[in-house]
């Protein structure tokens, strides 16, 4: 399996629609291989995980995709720029009784970690010494990912800490974004997800117009937050010609934007109750 990997990881290293840092044999290979260990194929490995002091940092995608595979069933319960809350279930694999439990994260917790502008200008005001500017000093001061992308970190920060709690036996080791100082990373969005999931082909015969279809239907799926536009998506792909490495790509991607899509739906029933 590792000789697999290495070619793998090679011949993806060589494509240019990854990101620069994967561009290095080593780099790709961390990657892949850290994946692997939690049960991801590459392609999905290269959505999901990045590899950062040499360690694992994965998304909240992600972390929910592993806890699912080790039997926790994983809720999202709320999220708002204000506050992110999951719900676990653990069910025993010899008999016993189920254990769950619910976590929320909270913008005031993470403005107490000093995560986001607002708690770093704070800071900044209350330490500064007398007679210095502070307000020169705070413009200084640029909008981060817990800024511009507050929902999702809540999110990843609320998962991870519950997964631990609830199963630390399948996170050991693993961090999201943020949690190791300088880890901070944006969310993939849906062009560089596809650019991803394309460049997983060139280890593979696919043509170029068959990378074109699969980078068409990843970036449509990435982008799939209600069920009327995952059917319609689906739709699509029934009718696609693709080998089987290209379709288990696709299948990737759709298992993904399913997640959102129950994810979506459990937020609404709780919303109605």
Request: aromatic fraction near 4%; charge should be negative; proline fraction near 4%.
């Amino acid at each position: 399996m590792s000789k697999d990997l290495i070619e793998i990881s090679r011949l993806l290293s060589e494509s240019t629609s990854i990101p620069a840092e994967l561009r290095n044999h080593a780099n790709m290979f961390l990657t892949v291989q850290a994946g692997a260990e939690l049960g991801f194929p590459p392609a999905a490995s290269l959505r999901m995980i990045r590899v950062f002091d040499g360690k694992p940092i994965l998304s909240s995608d992600a972390i929910a995709a592993v806890l699912e595979k080790g039997g926790i069933h994983v809720k999202l319960i709320e999220s708002t720029r204000e506050v992110a809350t999951y719900e676990a279930t653990r069910h025993p694999l010899h008999g016993g009784e189920s254990r769950t439990e619910r976590l929320s994260w909270t913008v005031a917790m993470a403005n107490e970690a000093g995560l986001t502008r607002e708690s770093k200008v704070e800071r900044l005001t209350k330490s500064a010494a007398k007679g210095v500017d502070v307000a020169a000093l705070a413009a200084k001061i640029n909008p981060g990912v817990w800024d511009s992308y507050r929902e999702a970190m809540l999110r990843a920060r609320c998962i991870s800490a519950l997964g631990r709690i609830i199963a630390p036996d399948l996170l050991a080791g693993v961090y999201v974004d943020g949690e190791i100082q300088g880890s901070d990373a944006p969310p993939m969005n849906a062009a560089i997800a596809a650019k991803v999931a394309v460049a997983a082909l060139a280890a593979t015969t696919a043509t170029s117009a068959e990378q074109a279809d699969v980078r068409e239907l990843v970036e449509r799926l990435a982008g799939v937050s209600q069920r009327r536009e995952l059917d319609a998506v689906v739709s699509v792909v029934q009718r696609a010609e693709l080998t089987p490495d290209s379709r288990k790509i696709v299948r990737e991607a759709y298992q993904a934007a399913k997640a959102r899509v129950v994810e979506n739906e459990s937020m609404d029933q709780s919303e109605v109750v």
